[in-house]
């Protein structure tokens, strides 16, 4: 069975510094990791997705997250904050024997940035 | 906007009656995935369609049906609802029947409580 676990269910950062968002996975087959965002009161967005290839993946607002499979982590960074990063952040898994794109995703974390 | 409709944006209703939430996907899509957020148990995948197929199911209670209709939209069905029902329900749609190949757009959410 595929799980994902983020660590820290809060993360705080200043304006300007580093966000780092941890994610480590657990999958019997080569798996596909993706990062969502979901501001308030809205759906989710695709920030950016590992599939194959390059294990360093480049999204949208300026995330990037690397993939590796000898930690089994797939940590989201951002080089520096800024105030409309404020959101929960999702990280999920897909794939697997099955002929399904279901997606299974950790409990998320909230992004807090302060001024 | 992701192009995935979802109606509708918010239900309050009862103990013990039936719901129909209604989802319609982005333009060519033939997957509807339905997904269940709740406090306590997170993001959860419900079930999931593919061109008016069932192709995977998750952890979707007995009392919960859906369908995909030969126009691709789906209706996700609630029935004898319990206070543990009240959640945040989701749909998205993809291309592809395999969501690690396409990726997965989701609709605003219709949020349920159940009184």
């Known amino acids: 069975a595929q799980s994902v676990t983020q660590l820290g269910s809060h993360v705080s950062v200043s304006e300007g510094a580093l966000v780092l968002l941890r994610c480590n996975y657990s999958s019997s087959v080569p798996p596909y990791l993706f990062w969502y965002v979901q501001y308030p009161n809205q759906g989710l967005q695709l920030l950016l997705k590992y599939t194959t290839g390059a294990t360093l993946v480049k999204g949208i607002n300026g995330f990037e997250a690397e993939f590796k499979k000898s930690e089994t982590s797939f940590h989201l960074t951002k080089p520096s904050a800024h105030m409309s990063d404020a959101a929960e952040y999702f990280c999920a898994v897909s794939g697997g024997s099955s002929n399904t794109g279901k997606l299974i995703f950790g409990q998320g974390t909230t992004l807090q940035v302060k001024p | 906007d992701s192009g995935v409709t979802q109606t509708p944006k918010h239900l309050i209703t009862a103990t013990g009656q039936r719901v129909t939430l209604r989802c319609s996907p982005r333009?060519?899509?033939?997957?509807v995935y339905w997904y269940q957020q709740s406090l306590d148990q997170g993001l959860q995948f419900l079930i999931q369609?593919?061109?008016?197929?069932?192709?995977a199911k998750g952890n979707i209670l007995e009392r919960f049906s859906a369908q995909q209709f030969p126009d691709l939209h789906s209706e996700l069905n609630l029935s004898s609802l319990e206070l543990g029902d009240s959640a945040l329900y989701f749909c998205?749609?993809?291309?592809?029947?395999?969501?690690?190949?396409?990726?997965?757009?989701f609709g605003p959410g219709t949020r349920l409580t159940v009184l």
């Open positions: 333009s060519g899509d033939l997957s």
């Open positions: 998205a749609s993809s291309r592809g029947g395999q969501g690690h190949y396409n990726e997965q757009f």
């Open positions: 369609y593919y061109n008016g197929e069932e192709r």
